[in-house]
């Protein structure tokens, strides 16, 4: 991935003589950036056209989380899976990218969603911080949410100041490698949405 010469040299401009620029660069290598992120609470141009080029061009929609209290953290495929097995009906695995910003800095996380056979999207899978509403876009050709990397993680900076530590974040994140347990063993090990609820509790 190259960085192009222009945003460099507008960076180095801006370093020089724009001070709230320095904070505001200050702010995201500290780890900043990725602070704060839930789901979008409005659809901006700039969150529809980032959902559009990941997405080959579908609209983002926003899907309520109905997750069974046998359901499993960070388990989404075998959470749609299950529950299709649970509908009358049966349903389909729908894949594609749950979207998270805060505001100057938006993230795509692969996911898998239930599609009922009336056409009605469910998300079985609970959020950590118990969110009830998340922005899913969908994927046609996505088969998996797997990724080899965190490169494949699509970002993109909300804010044009944060661009160029957004284009460094995606060279770093390329370099670190993923490995993933096999579903029957992230079942095992995934806490339970009724646990979850239980420490919420607490």
Not at 100 to 125: K, R
Not at 176 to 195: C, H, N, R, V
Request: proline fraction near 5%; glycine fraction near 6%; charged fraction near 30%.
């Amino acid at each position: 991935m190259n960085i192009p010469t222009s945003l460099i040299r507008s960076h180095e401009k801006k370093m020089r003589e724009n001070p709230d620029y320095v904070r505001k660069i200050e702010w995201a290598i500290s780890g900043g950036l990725e602070t704060g992120l839930t789901t979008p609470a409005e659809i901006t141009n700039e969150i529809l056209n980032f959902c559009k080029v990941i997405s080959d061009g579908n609209e983002p929609i926003r899907i309520n989380v109905k997750a069974p209290l046998w359901s499993r953290k960070a388990c989404c495929e075998m959470n749609s899976r299950k529950l299709a097995d649970e509908l009358e009906g049966g349903g389909e695995l729908t894949y594609g990218y749950k979207i998270w910003s805060n505001g100057v800095y938006a993230m795509a996380e692969p996911h898998c969603v239930l599609q009922t056979p009336d056409g009605i999207l469910i998300d079985p899978t609970f959020n950590a911080d118990s969110e009830e509403v998340i922005l899913f876009v969908k994927k046609t050709k996505m088969t998996s949410t797997q990724i080899k990397d965190l490169s494949e993680r699509p970002c993109v900076a909300l804010d044009p100041d944060f661009e160029l530590c957004v284009l460094l974040k995606r060279i770093e994140d390329a370099k670190t490698g993923l490995s993933f347990p096999s579903e029957e063993k992230a079942w095992a090990q995934e806490i339970t949405y009724a646990d979850h609820l239980k420490l919420l509790a607490k």
